[in-house]
């Protein structure tokens, strides 16, 4: 957990805790008025933690974080950046205390079949799929995907754009919501990267390089897959594990495709029994 916090302090060794409090009050589009209403305190009192005229106790940090909505790792961020020591720890999910969440999603990704399922962190990398991924994209791309990142998989021109049938389509959903995460966790820099990464591939519409403000992601979105004589369509649930203190769970996505027409149902069906 230390390594990977290194990051995020080092960004913020010139700056107090109320100045990442800022921050994410700016980020979240609240004044200082409403957020103090939240937790209970003055608005003078909020602008004194804001400046650094006040040091906030471990108590305040949290009630700021939790009005704040802000991830489990920034949280361990603002603990150490005021002194404190974090509080949330960074767990494999090889070690023995996680066998009961690696249950639950090896249970989720079996029970997803013959459709596909996997697991992201929040910067896109894969980090577990169910047998039916590797069948239905190695249909349409032998071999499979190049990349462990689904933003690389989905941008990179060598890689899964070529078999996704409605790439505008996903690749513009995609976008969208990368453009709000990098919103509404600023001091993620990694996450910052892979959005100039991403926007930097050829073909990739100049617009896209601006977030709409206001622009909501679609609210359904179908995927098609095509190639080698192969087509697949489905639509896509993304999961979350709730009230954890772990950072590894916080950050967790279980993305489950399912089929949107009975063809994939049957493709799906059929690839599955020949396995």
Request: proline fraction near 6%; hydrophobic fraction near 45%; include cysteine.
């Amino acid at each position: 957990m230390i390594e990977r916090m290194d990051i995020a302090v080092t960004r913020a060794s010139n700056a107090h805790a109320g100045t990442l409090l800022r921050d994410w009050r700016m980020a979240r589009r609240l004044s200082q008025l409403d957020l103090a209403l939240n937790v209970g305190v003055s608005a003078r009192h909020l602008s004194y933690l804001e400046t650094g005229k006040s040091q906030p106790s471990r108590d305040m940090l949290t009630r700021l974080a939790d009005a704040l909505d802000v991830p489990l790792r920034e949280r361990n961020t603002m603990f150490v950046v005021a002194g404190f020591a974090p509080v949330y720890r960074e767990s494999a999910l090889t070690t023995p205390e996680m066998a009961p969440v690696r249950q639950a999603i090896d249970f989720i990704l079996r029970q997803q079949e013959p459709y596909p399922a996997f697991v992201m962190n929040r910067r896109w990398d894969v980090l577990l799929v169910n047998d039916a991924v590797k069948r239905v994209f190695d249909r349409v791309k032998p071999g499979g995907p190049k990349h462990g990142n689904l933003m690389r998989q989905v941008f990179d021109p060598s890689d899964m754009r070529a078999v996704v049938g409605n790439w505008e389509v996903v690749a513009g959903d995609l976008i969208r919501h990368l453009h709000n995460e990098v919103a509404a966790v600023p001091s993620d820099v990694q996450l910052r990267a892979l959005l100039d990464e991403v926007l930097a591939y050829p073909g990739v519409p100049a617009q896209w390089r601006t977030r709409e403000l206001g622009a909501a992601p679609l609210p359904l979105l179908t995927t098609t897959l095509c190639g080698n004589g192969y087509e697949f369509r489905f639509l896509s649930t993304i999961s979350t594990f709730g009230t954890t203190r772990d950072v590894t769970i916080d950050e967790l996505r279980v993305e489950c495709m399912f089929p949107v027409d009975a063809a994939t149902v049957q493709l799906c069906g059929e690839l599955a029994a020949r396995a």
